[in-house]
């Protein structure tokens, strides 16, 4: 089929990278406002594996043409993968395709716009034989480039059987296991995105809530963790506590579903109260630290490990990390900083401020002197560290765990002192 995938989105460039893998001719536009100049350099999209080399092969075979002009004529397949404010430009977009053609087009709409926004662009089309479709970004950072070759599932929203045949044979290549598709109506796709961000991060806010409560109670968490998860009503996903939640997808989803529901007049106590529950965790490890040390913060030395928004990517959008430096920063605290991936991102944040230091290569290097290491994103490489040396370097060896990775009777028994998210060392077993 020929194609024309529209937007500077991650979704985007993984589109049109899978789809010229597997035989269609493929237009990528991006927006104006990140052109391929920019775009080709940016380090998510460097990071994200596999996917530039992808990009490379596809305009090395002449499957992927990048353009500034793509052309409207005669193109089976719009793709749109732009950004939730880019609304105004799908419009535009959709209202220059030609009001007759010799081929069946269908709009796909890849971004998460208001519910009900694939209709809207399906009316500005000019034709019978044109409609709009709407299937919604589940791409998964880190890991997208599997995510969309071999999916779970695909939200389809169409009620037109011959764009829904379209669309089965757009994704053949990538439906050949089993049936993914969920077929529904538009709008429930495009409500059944948000409504599955919605509850996972009401799992992980409701856990982080359970963490608190556990502290108090002088309970491991973990116990009741894993209670709850051999519940077969419940499972073990996004079950596990800890400082909080980022990203731009989920963060943007979320507040998406919040824009719908005050848009429909039905406003969300619990999706407020989920919002407030991770704002404040972004703040526990903060918390932790100024309890150890009685408020008394000016001058310490703290060690972080992880700055990105989750294993995997190059980003920090709404990453716990930006809340943790500011609030360690305001009490005077000297911040050193490792991530494998994402201090590109935080040095054009940070990178003039005398307090913070990065450190490239070496991890134990940043532990060098400190009053306590905080880890805020579980990369593997963080997961078994040498504790006797970490208990050299540092002045006092306390150990935050923001993400409940370490064993705390094991940290404990090395001469550590261990504080997680609702967990602390038995000191029976110490």
């Given at each position: 089929?020929r194609?024309?995938?529209?937007?500077?989105?991650?979704s985007?460039?993984?589109?049109?990278?899978?789809?010229?893998?597997?035989?269609?001719?493929?237009?990528?536009?991006?927006?104006?406002?990140?052109?391929?100049?920019?775009?080709?350099?940016?380090?998510?999209?460097?990071?994200?594996?596999?996917?530039?080399?992808?990009?490379?092969?596809?305009?090395?075979?002449?499957?992927?043409?990048?353009?500034?002009?793509?052309?409207?004529?005669?193109?089976?397949?719009?793709?749109?993968?732009?950004?939730?404010?880019?609304?105004?430009?799908?419009?535009?977009?959709?209202?220059?395709?030609?009001?007759?053609?010799?081929?069946?087009?269908?709009?796909?709409?890849?971004?998460t716009?208001?519910?009900?926004?694939?209709?809207?662009?399906?009316?500005?089309?000019?034709?019978?034989?044109?409609?709009?479709?709407?299937?919604?970004?589940?791409?998964?950072?880190?890991?997208?480039?599997?995510?969309?070759?071999?999916?779970?599932?695909?939200?389809?929203?169409?009620?037109?059987?011959?764009?829904?045949?379209?669309?089965?044979?757009?994704?053949?290549?990538?439906?050949?296991?089993?049936?993914?598709?969920?077929?529904?109506?538009?709008?429930?796709?495009?409500?059944?995105?948000?409504?599955?961000?919605?509850?996972?991060?009401?799992?992980?806010?409701?856990?982080?809530?359970?963490?608190g409560?556990?502290?108090?109670?002088?309970?491991?968490?973990?116990?009741?963790?894993?209670?709850?998860?051999?519940?077969?009503?419940i499972?073990?996903?996004?079950?596990?506590?800890?400082?909080?939640?980022?990203?731009?997808?989920?963060?943007?989803d979320?507040?998406?579903?919040?824009?719908?529901?005050?848009?429909?007049g039905?406003?969300?106590?619990?999706?407020?109260?989920?919002?407030?529950?991770?704002?404040?965790?972004?703040?526990?490890?903060?918390?932790?630290?100024?309890?150890?040390?009685?408020?008394?913060?000016?001058?310490?030395?703290?060690?972080?490990?992880?700055?990105?928004?989750?294993?995997?990517?190059?980003?920090?959008?709404?990453?716990?990390v930006?809340?943790?430096?500011?609030?360690?920063?305001?009490?005077?605290?000297?911040?050193?900083?490792?991530?494998?991936?994402?201090?590109?991102?935080?040095?054009?944040?940070?990178?003039?401020?005398?307090?913070?230091?990065?450190?490239?290569?070496?991890?134990?290097?940043?532990?060098?002197?400190?009053?306590?290491?905080?880890?805020?994103?579980?990369?593997?490489?963080?997961?078994?560290?040498?504790?006797?040396?970490?208990?050299?370097?540092?002045?006092?060896?306390?150990?935050?765990?923001?993400?409940?990775?370490?064993?705390?009777?094991?940290?404990?028994?090395?001469?550590?002192?261990?504080?997680?998210i609702?967990?602390?060392?038995?000191?029976?077993?110490?």
């Amino acid at each position: 089929m020929r194609v024309n995938v529209y937007g500077s989105e991650l979704s985007a460039a993984v589109a049109a990278a899978a789809l010229s893998s597997v035989g269609h001719q493929v237009d990528w536009c991006p927006h104006p406002e990140v052109p391929w100049q920019r775009l080709e350099h940016a380090e998510w999209l460097l990071r994200e594996p596999g996917l530039k080399s992808q990009i490379d092969a596809g305009c090395r075979s002449g499957l992927l043409r990048l353009t500034d002009t793509p052309t409207r004529e005669d193109v089976e397949i719009h793709w749109l993968a732009l950004a939730p404010d880019q609304r105004e430009a799908a419009e535009a977009y959709v209202a220059d395709i030609p009001a007759a053609q010799s081929t069946p087009l269908v709009i796909v709409n890849n971004s998460t716009f208001p519910v009900g926004h694939t209709e809207r662009l399906e009316a500005l089309l000019g034709h019978v034989g044109q409609t709009a479709v709407a299937l919604p970004d589940m791409l998964e950072e880190g890991r997208a480039w599997e995510t969309f070759t071999r999916p779970a599932r695909w939200l389809l929203g169409s009620e037109d059987s011959q764009a829904t045949a379209q669309i089965r044979e757009l994704l053949r290549a990538f439906n050949r296991r089993q049936d993914v598709f969920q077929l529904m109506p538009r709008r429930a796709a495009e409500l059944a995105k948000l409504a599955i961000i919605g509850m996972l991060a009401t799992r992980i806010s409701y856990m982080n809530e359970l963490a608190g409560l556990a502290d108090s109670l002088d309970v491991d968490v973990e116990h009741v963790r894993l209670g709850m998860g051999a519940d077969s009503r419940i499972g073990f996903e996004y079950l596990y506590p800890g400082c909080g939640f980022g990203g731009p997808s989920f963060s943007r989803d979320l507040m998406r579903l919040a824009d719908v529901q005050h848009a429909s007049g039905r406003e969300s106590l619990l999706l407020e109260h989920v919002l407030d529950i991770n704002e404040q965790k972004k703040e526990t490890l903060f918390r932790k630290f100024w309890h150890h040390f009685h408020g008394q913060l000016f001058e310490r030395r703290v060690a972080i490990w992880g700055a990105a928004f989750k294993p995997g990517t190059t980003r920090i959008d709404q990453a716990p990390v930006l809340t943790l430096l500011d609030a360690l920063l305001a009490q005077g605290v000297n911040v050193s900083i490792h991530d494998p991936e994402a201090l590109p991102a935080l040095r054009d944040l940070y990178e003039q401020h005398p307090r913070v230091r990065f450190c490239d290569d070496d991890f134990y290097a940043a532990c060098e002197g400190a009053d306590a290491l905080m880890l805020v994103t579980e990369w593997k490489c963080y997961w078994n560290p040498n504790w006797r040396r970490l208990s050299d370097l540092m002045a006092t060896p306390l150990i935050l765990d923001g993400r409940n990775i370490f064993d705390p009777d094991y940290v404990a028994a090395r001469g550590l002192i261990y504080r997680g998210i609702g967990r602390r060392a038995d000191p029976t077993n110490a």
